[in-house]
């Protein structure tokens, strides 16, 4: 037999390797902007064109390469951040596997510029899909620049798998943030389509998590800090008032190095068990400083995962750390986000010409009457209607939308709904007696239930929207705008007026009447948000998505306190509705105990 094994091509093994390190253009600019910090940088600015599908470019002031250097550090293993397999228990750089750059030029056409401080001339090299093209001596600043240009450009099944722009910019997005973050000495700028998103300037931390977040965080935020031998902890973590649905701004890095650790973030949660509703989720920003001797990074090549030899002690920590956090200053102490008296006022681009909003209005709307088309009933109705309800305990998600209606009843007055006066146990349940049984309802669920209905038959003939007295501006990341954009006609329709002033932001001048000013931009993020995950499960109804996520941020929070008229109404508005035995997120609402069940009960 002849021998068949052979050593595959350095381009081919560059290229299978690249699929560890680069499946993405966001994973790209996380190893350029990783290499700028690790120059030493002090100025970093990312360029990217159509999300990264045509060109990323990161240019840095740091430390240059040599000639030599420029042309070694495309091969496989080539690093200068570590020597022996001891150093990899001393690591203080982000890179150290030196495998980025060979990924990289296998699947891109790459540009390199780089010059070191003694010289005056630079080098330039050019190569595409791992073949160095050419390398000439060129002029250039001090640092490097290197641009990467049609990433996957000789994989097309790759290229082809990308998501649309706005995905992958949003990917790219977080990935600049989770490096600008830590790394708040450095000055950071970020381009899209020659538009600047980001423009961050050397500051501490909590400015540069307001010059990435927007200014209204800093009302948002508690300092914690702690030192101690294992850990040193230093950072913020949102006032329990903030927190939200899904787990949006959770940032913790240590040694200045996102992290995801599941662990870690628990010990942040339950510092907040009691404090914030069952499945809401606080924002935090916490940097961990630990001997590098005493963490693994090398766990995973994209490397946001790390080992701790102290783990349960630097759990520990945490958790109180954010404890006494949240104990010690929930009396008002503010953060020292460089107080500023000037109004924040972002001017409107030239040419924006103010428009006097309009407010439309729903003639028919009487505030007298209940607006639902079947108002509440009479009670043998729900006898019929009980027997359609699941009594067998476990919350089903795929309930149908429409259960069998019920004929149209005479409308009766509301009282003749629940037979007692309903009592509110745990300001979480809504207990009462009707002819067909004893009725326990989960009171936020059930107004979800209300306020998604109503939305959903209310946008036909548009909400009323409520003008707000003072307009207020809003901000957002650059992808969380670009989806506002989108979605500005549906929630006009429900009763926004939203207009865009550019740069991100944009002035609401109307809202639906229930809706607080202060609530407004933690509302549409939510919206944007759930958005962004229905989009990402094919949720293909924008409409209902947008409505869901509206009645769910709008309804009354379990922990709150109902008066008895305010449990009627809710109960007679709950049983006019088409689908009340579930939440518009397929929970359910409420179950009844009959008296047989009960008698059942004592036997
Ligand atoms: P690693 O960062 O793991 O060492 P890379 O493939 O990312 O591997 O980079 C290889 C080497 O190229 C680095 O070790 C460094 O010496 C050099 N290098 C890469 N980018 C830069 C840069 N922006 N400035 C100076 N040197 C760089
Ligand atoms: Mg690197």
Redesign the pocket.
């Known amino acids: 037999m002849s021998d068949i094994i052979n050593i595959l091509p350095d381009s081919v093994a560059n290229q299978i390797a690249a699929g560890e390190v680069v499946d993405r253009p966001a994973s790209a600019v996380k ?2 902007l ?3 910090l ?2 030493g ?1 002090s100025e970093i600015q990312l360029i990217v064109k159509d999300a990264g599908r045509t060109l990323i470019q ?1 240019i ?1 002031n ?4 040599s000639d030599a ?1 420029a042309r070694l ?1 495309f091969e496989r293993h ?4 570590i020597h022996h397999a001891d150093d990899l228990f001393s690591i203080h ?11 990289i030029a296998a699947v891109a056409q790459v540009e390199l510029k ?1 010059r070191q401080k003694d010289n005056d001339l630079g080098t330039q090299i050019i190569i595409e899909g791992s073949d160095v093209k050419e390398q000439l001596p060129c002029t250039c600043p001090i ?2 620049s ?1 641009a990467v240009k049609n990433l996957f450009f000789n994989i097309p099944a790759r290229r082809n798998f990308l998501k649309k722009d706005s995905i992958e910019l949003s990917h790219i997005e977080e990935i600049f943030k989770r490096i600008a973050l830590p790394n708040f000495k450095v000055s950071f700028s970020m381009y899209h389509n020659g538009r600047l998103l980001y423009d961050l300037k050397s500051s501490n931390f909590a400015q540069r998590i307001a010059g990435i977040f927007g200014k209204n965080f800093n009302e948002r935020l508690y300092n914690i800090q702690e030192k101690t031998e294992p850990v040193s902890i230093y950072g913020y973590v949102v006032k329990s008032e903030y927190v939200k649905r899904t787990r949006g701004e959770q940032y913790l890095f240590v040694n200045g190095r996102f992290i995801k650790h599941p662990a870690l973030s628990s010990s942040i949660e339950r510092a907040y068990s009691e404090l914030i509703p069952d499945r809401t989720f606080p924002s935090y920003f916490v940097l961990l400083e630990v001997d590098p001797a005493r963490i693994d990074v090398n766990i995973h090549p994209t490397k946001t995962e790390v080992r701790f030899l102290d783990e349960n002690i630097i759990f520990a920590i945490l958790r109180a750390a954010t404890k006494k956090a949240l104990g010690q200053f929930s009396l008002a102490t503010e953060l020292e986000f460089n107080p500023s008296t000037e109004i924040d006022f972002t001017p409107a681009p030239k040419g924006y010409v103010a428009e006097q909003p309009k407010v439309s209005f729903n003639p028919n709307y009487n505030p007298f009457h209940s607006s639902r088309t079947k108002s509440s009933a009479d009670t043998d109705m729900y006898k019929h209607f009980f027997d359609n309800i699941d009594k067998s305990g476990d919350e089903k998600n795929d309930i149908p939308e429409q259960l069998p209606l019920y004929e149209e009843p005479e409308p009766q007055p509301k009282s003749t709904l629940s037979e007692t006066t309903p009592i509110n146990y745990q300001n979480r349940y809504i207990i009462t007696t009707m002819k067909s049984g004893l009725v326990v309802i989960d009171q936020q669920r059930a107004h979800e239930r209300i306020l998604y209905e109503r939305l959903l038959a209310e946008r036909e003939n548009g909400i009323v929207a409520q003008q707000l007295l003072f307009p207020i501006n809003v901000r957002f990341t650059a992808a969380d705008s670009e989806l506002l954009n989108e979605l500005l006609p549906e929630l006009k329709r429900l009763g926004f007026i939203i207009a865009p002033l550019g740069q991100n932001t944009f002035v609401v001048s109307a809202a639906p009447a229930k809706v607080s000013d202060k609530d407004i931009q933690n509302l549409l993020e939510q919206t944007i948000n759930d958005y962004k995950n229905s989009m990402l499960q094919k949720f293909s109804d924008r409409d209902k998505s947008i409505c869901l996520s509206i009645a769910r941020q709008m309804a009354t929070k379990n922990g709150t306190p109902l008066k008895s008229e305010e449990m009627q109404g809710l109960i007679a508005d709950l049983f006019s509705c088409q689908a009340p035995n579930i939440s518009p997120s397929g929970k359910k609402t409420m179950f009844i105990l009959t008296e047989q069940e009960l008698a059942e009960k004592f036997k």
């Open positions: 190893e350029l990783e290499n700028a690790d120059a940088a990161v840095d740091g430390c240059g390469m250097d550090c080539a690093t200068s951040k750089t982000m890179g150290f596997r030196g495998e980025a750059l060979a990924s780089s640092g490097t290197i």
